[in-house]
């Protein structure tokens, strides 16, 4: 059905709830998962097929849902074995995973990855001055710029000056 602006409200309603009943089938798939693998000595097929499932929709954050198995089930690892195909493995071998409860949805996760880092402003500060300094040294500033430059670098070093740490 081609969209108009009379089915467009609808189609994208549509959408979205789609889109939320996968992330919840996927949640479900995981839990089982899970389980199984804890069931059964530690095997992780079916969590490996998971994975090789959502590295191909593009939608899915896979890095989060990574990590989330990961959060849940200690000493795994996901990675590529002698093959070259990716699955999740023991990190060490000899040593029992720790499977704990999931009670929350893995699309709320927040993995190491998406959390903000901290910036130190002063070493960012810094950098940006020896940055633009070896650039005007080197003569690659943008032609017009070098002045714009020499202002920056001498007003990021007043700032400098001025901030106690």
């Known amino acids: 059905m081609a969209i108009t602006t009379k089915n467009f409200k609808t189609k994208l309603s549509g959408f979205v709830k789609s889109s939320l009943s996968q992330r919840d089938n996927l949640q479900e798939l995981v839990l089982?998962?899970?389980?199984?693998?804890?069931?059964?000595?530690?095997?992780?097929?079916?969590?490996?097929?998971?994975?090789?499932?959502?590295?191909?929709?593009?939608?899915?954050?896979?890095?989060?849902?990574?990590?989330?198995?990961?959060?849940h089930v200690t000493n795994l690892e996901f990675g590529k074995n002698k093959a070259g195909a990716y699955m999740f493995k023991k990190s060490k071998k000899g040593v029992d995973c720790v499977y704990t409860e999931m009670t929350t949805p893995w699309y709320d996760h927040a993995s190491p990855a998406n959390?903000?880092?901290?910036?130190?402003?002063?070493?960012?500060?810094?950098?940006?001055?020896?940055?633009?300094?070896?650039?005007?040294?080197?003569?690659?500033?943008?032609?017009?710029?070098?002045q714009h430059a020499k202002n920056l670098i001498a007003a990021l070093g007043e700032f400098l000056k001025n901030t106690a740490v």
């Open 32 to 71: 089982f998962a899970v389980d199984h693998a804890k069931v059964n000595n530690d095997e992780f097929t079916l969590l490996t097929n998971i994975m090789e499932a959502t590295l191909e929709i593009k939608s899915i954050r896979t890095t989060v849902l990574k990590d989330y198995i990961k959060a």
């Open 115 to 146: 959390k903000a880092t901290e910036i130190d402003v002063i070493k960012r500060t810094e950098s940006t001055i020896n940055s633009m300094v070896k650039a005007l040294e080197k003569g690659t500033v943008k032609a017009g710029h070098q």
